[in-house]
């Protein structure tokens, strides 16, 4: 075992010892705090009706608002030509005026396994002109970065020279420690919505509902697992109408698995996210997986009981989207991220 493993383990096994991530409520049940974040704005969607954004960016914030959960969204400015520029400009501004955040996810969705370190770093910059501009009219500052795919680079050498730009820059990498895949189920909701498939929509909804409930409830179990606590949790999701239609439905599935909706500042306070991220490969993974092969715990984690989106959905994403790699491509490593 080398001495920066020891480190990590070492740190590990002193952060278990609390329980940050945690606390009891009234009932004496132990509940678990989460940040939502976003990502994808002004919106994921198969079409570029613009009444259809603003429809959904307009109902996924009143019932964010609604359940008192703070968010963060996540820009990708070349979205902002994919429509009307003002109204897209005016559906990020709605993020701001509901209280949220926002932060840069590259002006055009690239990775740095694609195009390199020079040209993705070019690409973070450009993605921030006018999410910048549009948070120091508020006197806010640009604070958060994601990594499109979850990729940050497959040789030391590119994901260093992006981690310095990030770090000169004042950005702080947003980090992902809950997912259910919400994106591949919300391509074919909106196929189906586009067709008036009524009975096809409901079933998506369904299951997508389904498959959330199972992976907040992994993700629990792996973070158990990793150090012993719960984590104060950072999910992915993205700005679509699937999320715009169930957001009353994931906050009560929030509240079923003993979640409760924090700030991503307020989550990236939990000793956990001091642990460095090392990690480097080609694959997008989430930083439960990162930190379990640092720690040399990944065959520990509970696989046995993580499923990927039923073969429906996949099958149904395929059939609306041609983007994916490879049809078995794991999950945490697919296009929409």
């Known amino acids: 075992m080398t001495r920066a493993r020891r480190t990590i383990l070492a740190t590990t096994l002193a952060l278990s010892l609390t329980l940050w991530g945690a606390r009891v409520d009234a009932k004496g049940e132990k509940t678990a705090k989460v940040a939502l974040t976003f990502d994808d704005l002004p919106a994921l969607t198969l079409t570029t009706n613009q009444a259809y954004v603003n429809d959904l960016t307009t109902r996924l914030l009143a019932g964010l608002r609604r359940h008192h959960l703070p968010a963060t969204g996540f820009v990708v400015e070349s979205k902002l030509d994919e429509g009307d520029r003002a109204q897209q400009i005016a559906a990020l501004e709605k993020w701001l005026d509901a209280g949220m955040d926002l932060g840069n996810h590259t002006y055009s969705h690239e990775s740095p396994n694609e ?28 604070t958060w970065f994601r990594f499109p795919y979850l990729e940050s680079g497959e040789t030391t050498a590119v994901r260093d020279q992006i981690q310095r730009w990030l770090k000169d820059h004042h950005y702080r990498n947003a980090p992902v420690t809950m997912n259910a895949d919400d994106w591949e189920f919300a391509e074919p909701y909106d196929d189906a919505i586009a067709h008036k498939d009524e009975a096809r929509r409901q079933h998506i909804r369904e299951e997508y509902l389904h498959y959330t409930d199972q992976m907040m409830a992994w993700y629990r179990k792996a973070a158990h697992v990793l150090f012993g606590r719960d984590i104060a949790y950072v999910m992915l999701m993205h700005g679509t109408r699937l999320n715009a239609d169930c957001i009353d439905d994931l906050a009560g599935l929030m509240k079923k698995n003993g979640l409760r909706g924090i700030s991503l500042a307020r989550a990236m306070r939990d000793p956990a996210y001091k642990i460095p991220d090392t990690y480097v490969g080609k694959e997008g993974v989430d930083w439960i997986e990162r930190w379990s092969l640092a720690m040399g715990m990944d065959n520990q984690l509970p696989w046995a009981s993580y499923a990927d989106p039923p073969k429906d959905i996949q099958a149904g994403y395929d059939k609306v989207d041609k983007d994916r790699d490879e049809p078995d491509q794991d999950a945490a490593e697919k296009p929409k991220s």
């Open 115 to 142: 195009i390199g370190a020079d040209a993705y770093v070019a690409d973070i910059a450009m993605g921030e002109v006018v999410t910048k501009k549009l948070l120091a009219a508020r006197g806010r500052k640009i």
